[in-house]
């Protein structure tokens, strides 16, 4: 069965670094990919989307990386901010072309001052 | 400003109850969703709709009920038969057609609890 996998450990970095959060796949072949950002009671809000003939999207601080050799997906927070801290989703469009993403249970990144 | 709301942002129901939740849209998009998420739980597609008068079954249907009788609307019925509703529950909202990778639009949630 599809299966997406976001580390369920929520990831604490320092402010000023980079934090790098990953999302695999299995038994997908994913047209594309998008990441959003949820904060605690809130609904999601989309941040980036990359398509499967792309390699890489850059927004801002924010960069996505796609390897559909690999499977997965990197977003990165360059700078990373306490504000940044937040859970973040990744989305996949479900097999058989659907335009319906599924989504990963998301990855809580918390930014220490 | 463009949005999608939803009402009440919490909400209590006694066992045996029907309760309906509000989703409300102004950013003239075609779709519009329902899903559910638990905690440590991803997001759970249960019922979407791609155009007026027609909407289709997502993953969790049971015990939930839906209706599109306007665009602008998709409100979402748990009924007595979903047997373990306690949750958060969001709306979304997309452009349908066309360009098909299309980001979803949340609203702000509304957290259902079974008492």
């Known amino acids: 069965s599809q299966k997406i996998e976001q580390n369920s450990e929520a990831l604490n970095i320092q402010e000023g670094k980079t934090a790098t959060l990953t999302c695999n796949y299995t038994?997908?072949?994913?047209?594309?990919l998008q990441w959003y950002r949820q904060d605690p009671g809130r609904g999601p809000v989309f941040l980036l989307l990359?398509?499967?003939?792309?390699k890489e999207k850059r927004k801002e601080r924010l960069k996505v990386t796609f390897d559909t050799t690999l499977k997965q997906s990197l977003f990165h927070i360059t700078a990373s901010q306490p504000a940044d801290s937040a859970t973040y989703l990744c989305?996949?469009?479900?097999?058989?072309?659907?335009?319906?993403?599924?989504f990963g249970r998301g990855t809580s990144l918390i930014v220490h001052p | 400003d463009g949005g999608i709301t939803q009402s009440p942002k919490y909400l209590f129901r006694k066992e045996g109850q029907n309760v309906t939740l509000s989703c409300e849209q102004n950013?003239?998009?075609?779709?519009m969703y329902w899903y559910r998420q638990d905690p440590g739980q991803g997001l759970r597609l249960i019922y979407y709709?791609?155009?007026?008068?027609?909407?289709q079954k997502g993953d969790i249907a049971e015990g939930y009920s839906v209706s599109r009788e306007k665009k602008e609307s998709f409100p979402l019925t748990v009924t007595s038969a979903q047997k373990n509703p306690t949750a958060f529950y969001l709306c979304?909202?997309?452009?349908?057609?066309?360009?098909?990778?299309?980001?979803?639009?949340f609203g702000p949630g509304t957290r259902l609890t079974v008492l």
């Open positions: 990359i398509r499967e003939n792309e």
């Open positions: 038994n997908y072949s994913p047209a594309y």
């Open positions: 979304a909202s997309s452009t349908f057609g066309g360009e098909r990778y299309n980001e979803q639009f």
């Open positions: 709709s791609q155009i007026v008068n027609d909407f």
């Open positions: 950013l003239n998009h075609d779709a």
């Open positions: 989305a996949l469009d479900a097999s058989g072309g659907s335009y319906i993403p599924t």
